[in-house]
């Protein structure tokens, strides 16, 4: 769980430096340790060991793995810091490294603390099958503990979506685990800065020419999106990626089921209607409508 970051301090086996966070946009960055002999048994703020070890397989991303998952025990995960306080948590950049290689994830965690308002959940979720009616209850109250269900509910809704999205061919980040209330994916970096998260689509500009090849790639991912019987529920240009030419759709807790939630067709209208809206009004007129009817033929079809 993520509560395994800032084990004991070790600081002096370790070569740490830090950035300020103008090239990437981190809020604050750790730096990076020097791999050495007596260094790999001693974690530093901010360091834990791999967590994949100790991830039960159905908390793994689906097979086959792609290249750059890191499977080795030995690994270790750095925080580099934080790419976004989000409304129900934090994204966090994370490097998994062993000594000879490493990657970059993306660590999403929710959060069960008080301020915060998971109460869009029960339009969302209606339809969706309560495993514990005494969680639901405490969810719907509000507790501490309800709070606390209500950050691995989400959790587990993300990860599920990614999943499903993933395996029917939508441009998602991978899916590599979840554990708790923390679900890790591949990290989509901007391929201009390789340590800095890909541009939303809201700060592509008016006149830039890869504006239709992202439109016709967002009809894609939504038209798979209702083959599978849902709808994101949340689209926006917040809510996807650009990296370089690929469009890649995220946040995807809040999906809802087409076919078993009541408002599941006013969901997809309304995703219909926000793309649209944004893509007219940089200057490459969509009709919502014309939309929604093509993805309702697809979803009978
Ligand atoms: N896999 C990823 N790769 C790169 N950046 C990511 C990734 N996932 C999330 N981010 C960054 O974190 C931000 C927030 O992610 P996300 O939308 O999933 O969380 P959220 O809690 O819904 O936040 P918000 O309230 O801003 O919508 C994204 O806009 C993006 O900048
Ligand atoms: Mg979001």
């Known amino acids: 769980m993520s509560e395994n970051?800032?084990?004991?301090?070790?600081?002096?086996?370790?070569?740490?430096?830090?950035?300020?966070?103008?090239?990437?946009?981190?809020k604050t960055r750790r730096g990076q340790p020097v791999w050495n002999e007596s260094s790999v048994d001693e974690l530093v703020e901010g360091q834990r060991?791999?967590?994949?070890?100790?991830i039960e397989k159905g908390c793994?991303?689906?097979q086959p793995y792609p290249s750059w998952l890191?499977?080795?025990?030995?690994?270790?995960?750095?925080?580099?810091?934080?790419?976004?306080?989000?409304?129900?948590?934090?994204?966090?950049?994370?490097?998994?490294?062993?000594?000879?290689?490493s990657t970059l994830?993306?660590?999403?965690?929710?959060r069960g603390q008080e301020h915060l308002q998971f109460s869009r959940s029960q339009a969302y979720s209606e339809g969706r099958s309560a495993r514990r009616s005494r969680d639901n209850r405490a969810v719907k109250n509000n507790s501490s503990y309800g709070r606390e269900v209500a950050a691995l509910q989400w959790a587990s809704a993300e990860w599920t979506y990614l999943r499903r999205c993933h395996e029917?061919?939508?441009?998602?980040?991978?899916?590599?685990?979840?554990?708790?209330?923390?679900?890790?994916?591949?990290?989509?970096?901007?391929?201009?800065?390789?340590?800095?998260?890909?541009?939303?689509?809201?700060q592509i500009s008016r006149n830039d020419p890869r504006l239709p090849a992202l439109w016709d790639q967002l009809a894609d991912a939504?038209?798979?999106?209702?083959?599978?019987?849902?709808?994101?529920?949340?689209?926006?240009?917040?809510?996807?990626?650009?990296?370089g030419e690929r469009l890649v759709v995220i946040d995807v807790p809040q999906c809802v089921d087409l076919a078993g939630n009541v408002q599941g067709l006013d969901f997809l209208h309304r995703d219909c209607v926000n793309m649209c809206d944004w893509f007219t009004a940089k200057g490459l007129p969509r009709d919502a409508e014309a939309l929604f009817t093509s993805l309702l033929a697809s979803m009978f079809a």
């Open 105 to 110: 994830l993306a660590a999403k965690r929710y």
């Open 168 to 202: 029917a061919g939508i441009p998602v980040p991978y899916p590599v685990q979840i554990d708790g209330t923390e679900i890790l994916m591949e990290f989509i970096a901007d391929p201009e800065n390789s340590r800095a998260a890909a541009p939303r689509l809201q």
């Open 222 to 243: 939504m038209e798979k999106f209702v083959i599978l019987g849902i709808a994101h529920g949340d689209l926006s240009a917040y809510n996807l990626l650009v990296a």
């Open 5 to 26: 970051f800032g084990g004991s301090t070790a600081i002096n086996s370790l070569n740490f430096t830090t950035y300020d966070d103008a090239d990437t946009g981190l």
């Open 60 to 62: 793994r991303g689906p």
């Open 49 to 54: 060991y791999s967590t994949w070890p100790s």
């Open 70 to 101: 890191i499977e080795d025990a030995a690994a270790m995960d750095t925080e580099l810091g934080i790419l976004k306080t989000g409304k129900e948590g934090d994204v966090f950049l994370i490097e998994r490294a062993t000594e000879s290689r």
